[in-house]
């Protein structure tokens, strides 16, 4: 069965450029959610879209930017990169709030 | 802001034994979590629970609405169950929140 795919699963950037995330979730998956985890921490919400349209925000910076496109994929934008920023991100889908479906993630390195 | 509290933070018990995690919550909710989470960072999602008991294979987990409090159980542990076991309420539309995770080691 298809899972919830991210890319890439690995990306190293420096301080002040620009990462770009993917997410596709489950088809026909209505809402999609990102989440932060940094090392040894607990993940944190930063923004969730239903049916393509932003539905909720977390904690998340003013630099980082989502948007949810017509084939469902979502895109998490992270400019002015900060070593901060290094932390595992997560996208997860879900239809009409059931169940729960987690990405690989994408293992961010800021240096 | 709902606040997530999990017990144990850490837990290592010997091969077969009865595993409980306590995940206790501040705010009433829509639905409550229980995620695994292996090292290299993967999350699975185990239960989604709303009311009563979900059991899958040795998998056990309950919720009390009333007082605001779920358990996961492990029953006849195995190595392979070492992993980080975390609690993470809310849903639909809204994001989660997590609890701190519970760090559980199966010794053979």
């Known amino acids: 069965a298809a899972g919830v795919i991210q890319s890439p699963r690995h990306l190293i950037k420096e301080k002040r450029e620009t990462a770009t995330l993917k997410c596709y979730p489950i088809?026909?998956?209505?809402?999609v959610y990102w989440y932060q985890q940094g090392p040894g921490q607990d993940p944190q919400f930063l923004i969730s879209?239903?049916?393509?349209?932003?539905?909720d925000k977390g904690s998340i910076p003013d630099r980082f930017s989502a948007q949810q496109f017509s084939d469902y994929h979502s895109e998490l934008n992270m400019s002015s990169l900060e070593l901060g920023d290094s932390a595992l991100y997560f996208c997860?889908?879900?239809?009409?709030?059931?169940?729960?479906?987690f990405g690989s993630g994408t293992q961010l390195s800021v240096l | 802001k709902n606040e997530v509290e999990q017990s144990p933070q850490n837990l290592t018990a010997q091969e077969g034994e009865f595993i409980t995690i306590n995940c206790s919550y501040s705010?009433?909710?829509?639905?409550l979590h229980w995620l695994q989470q292996h090292p290299g960072g993967g999350i699975v999602s185990l239960f989604m629970l709303s009311s009563g008991k979900k059991k899958h294979g040795r998998l056990i987990a309950t919720i009390n609405i009333q007082e605001k409090h779920s358990s996961l159980h492990i029953t006849a542990s195995h190595p392979r169950d070492s992993a980080v076991y975390i609690c993470a309420v809310g849903g639909g539309a809204d994001g989660l929140t997590f609890g701190k995770g519970t760090h559980l080691i199966i010794q053979p």
């Open positions: 705010v009433g909710i829509s639905a």
């Open positions: 088809p026909r998956h209505d809402t």
């Open positions: 879209f239903y049916e393509k349209m932003q539905s």
């Open positions: 997860a889908s879900s239809s009409q709030g059931e169940k729960l479906f």
